[in-house]
């Protein structure tokens, strides 16, 4: 049976991935997930590595017991951002076609990230009430997502990843693609055929594959771009689907509970 094998959270957008051995899931994913974004200061845009590869080398960690999100970067001093109330200071951002206002986390994280980023922006947060509705021709009304570009939860198997490697000519890291779940012991692309698996308690939906961008093109750990702008160009050329490159599958959790490395992943159509 196929089993979960690497659990990724990230709590800013675009910012560096943490690895985890468990998490609960709540109303958005996984707990503290993509609650954090960057926006342009003058429209509240978002920013990503797609425009800033030095996104990736911020690390934003939740501080014990959530109250706050720490920030590091080369060559900057540790930030500790509070969590700003959910009603107070509230900026309006975009995100693709969602409009939405939320709280603000102030002029020290707004400081912080525009000297690191050379470009004035701010720092915002999702506060569960102010998420956004996916997509209804995938989801039912009702069913939230954070800061992701547009579903709460991210799979891919392992075996797809192999593949993919052995296309390309060389190993590559599954970070480029960003997922939150890993699950092994599956044939590659084994997911694209699943319509709800269960892992611990907790089942889930398949919702759609997920189109890939250039995002995957950059080193996770160096933020460069890979000049044959692999493995997107591999992806295209076997796995093109109305002119994009599918990787992986969106799920979206029906329930709450916790999920740890190891568990079973049991395929239930």
């Given amino acids: 049976m196929p089993s979960l094998s690497a659990l990724y959270r990230y709590p800013l957008k675009s910012g560096q991935v943490e690895p985890l051995d468990n998490i609960r899931l709540d109303a958005l994913g996984l707990e503290g997930d993509r609650r954090w974004m960057v926006v342009e200061e003058a429209n509240g845009r978002f920013l990503t590595q797609r425009l800033l590869p030095q996104m990736g080398r911020i690390e934003a960690r939740w501080e014990e017991g959530f109250g706050a999100l720490r920030l590091r970067a080369p060559g900057m001093e540790d930030l500790s951002v509070v969590v700003p109330a959910t009603d107070d200071a509230l900026r309006g951002v975009t995100i693709w076609r969602d409009i939405l206002q939320v709280p603000d986390a102030g002029d020290a994280a707004a400081d912080w990230l525009s000297r690191f980023l050379g470009r004035p ?6 506060p ?14 009702g069913e939230k997502v954070h800061f992701g570009d547009g579903f709460p939860l991210l799979l891919i198997g392992q075996g797809s990843l192999d593949d993919l490697s052995a296309r390309v000519g060389r190993p590559l890291d599954m ?3 960003r997922p939150n779940l890993v699950v092994e012991g599956a044939a590659a692309f084994a997911e694209d055929s699943w319509k709800r698996i269960r892992i611990g308690e907790v089942e889930f939906r398949v919702a759609k ?3 890939r961008c250039i995002l995957t093109t950059i080193d996770p750990h160096t933020g460069e771009r890979d000049a044959q702008r692999e493995p997107l160009a591999t992806l295209m050329q076997y796995r093109n ?10 799920l979206i959790a029906e329930g709450r509970g916790e999920l740890r490395l190891g568990m079973p992943v049991e395929i239930l159509e």
């Fill in 175 to 177: 970070l480029r693609f």
């Fill in 121 to 126: 922006c701010r720092l915002v947060m999702i």
């Fill in 128 to 141: 569960e009430q102010r998420a956004r509705q996916v997509d209804t021709a995938y989801a039912n009304a």
């Fill in 209 to 211: 594959p997920c189109s």
């Fill in 241 to 250: 689907v109305d002119g994009e490159a599918m990787f992986g599958q969106n």
